[in-house]
């Protein structure tokens, strides 16, 4: 079952551009993470927001979090080819002793050199 | 260099014929986690893992098994595949309880199943 919807689906800008991904969730969370996963590899864990931050910062990427809306933004300034990648958000629901990551579907990001 | 291996990287298999994927993680983890990921389906949760000798089932466990006999290594096993499991497959781990909710992803194990 999907709890993250990002938007949009797919992306394509120029390279120094900056991106915007947006992902909606359906109920309360902990933490919403954002992970990248280049074509077809393992996924890879860029940020973790806890529920009670609204925005929080690691290089060049910013990530805010608005519980009210149930939604989060991922911003990648500066962008380079090298950022050409999927970006998945991800809730944690502590179910018990389960850490299970709801994902979204992921937008595609292409970087135009 | 702390991180998660799978073995094989690529598989292709016939229908019945019993594969185990392996999964090894050195960080220590209590946590780990089978996932399938699958186009339009997005990653689901197969079989989680919170210690040694404790599993439980995810999302999708029809199919498949698993077991935990040491904390570094939690096999994926397929005893009679069928075309349907045919996805690709991550294994992830994570601090226990007390520890970070990030999780920490294998390569991946791309199965076809004829």
């Known amino acids: 079952s999907q709890q993250g919807e990002e938007d949009p689906q797919a992306l394509s800008i120029q390279e120094g551009e900056n991106a915007t991904m947006n992902c909606s969730y359906k109920?309360?969370?902990?933490?919403l993470q954002w992970y990248r996963q280049n074509s077809g590899r393992g996924l890879v864990h860029l940020i973790l927001?806890?529920?009670n931050e609204r925005e929080k910062h690691s290089g060049r990427l910013r990530v805010t979090l608005d519980t009210s809306k149930k939604s989060s933004s991922l911003l990648i300034t500066a962008s380079r080819a090298a950022d050409t990648a999927s970006y998945f958000c991800?809730?944690?629901?502590?179910?018990?002793?389960?850490?299970?990551?709801?994902w979204g579907l992921g937008t595609s990001l292409a970087v135009n050199p | 260099e702390a991180q998660v291996t799978q073995n094989p990287r690529y598989l292709i298999t016939v229908t019945g014929k019993k594969l185990t994927v392996t999964c090894s993680q050195n960080?220590?983890?209590?946590?780990m986690s089978w996932y399938r990921q699958d186009p339009g389906l997005g990653l689901r949760q197969i079989y989680y893992?919170?210690?040694?000798?404790?599993?439980d089932k995810g999302d999708v466990p029809e199919g498949y098994k698993v077991s935990r006999k040491e904390k570094r290594n939690f096999p994926l096993i397929l005893e009679s595949p069928s075309p349907n499991q045919t996805s690709l497959y991550f294994c992830?781990?994570?601090?226990?309880?007390?520890?970070?909710?990030?999780?920490?992803f294998g390569p991946g194990t791309r199965l076809t199943v004829t």
């Open positions: 109920t309360s969370i902990n933490n």
């Open positions: 960080m220590n983890h209590e946590y």
């Open positions: 927001i806890r529920s």
């Open positions: 992830a781990s994570s601090p226990g309880t007390q520890g970070s909710y990030e999780q920490y």
């Open positions: 991800a809730t944690t629901l502590r179910a018990g002793n389960n850490r299970k990551l709801i």
């Open positions: 893992s919170m210690n040694v000798e404790v599993t």
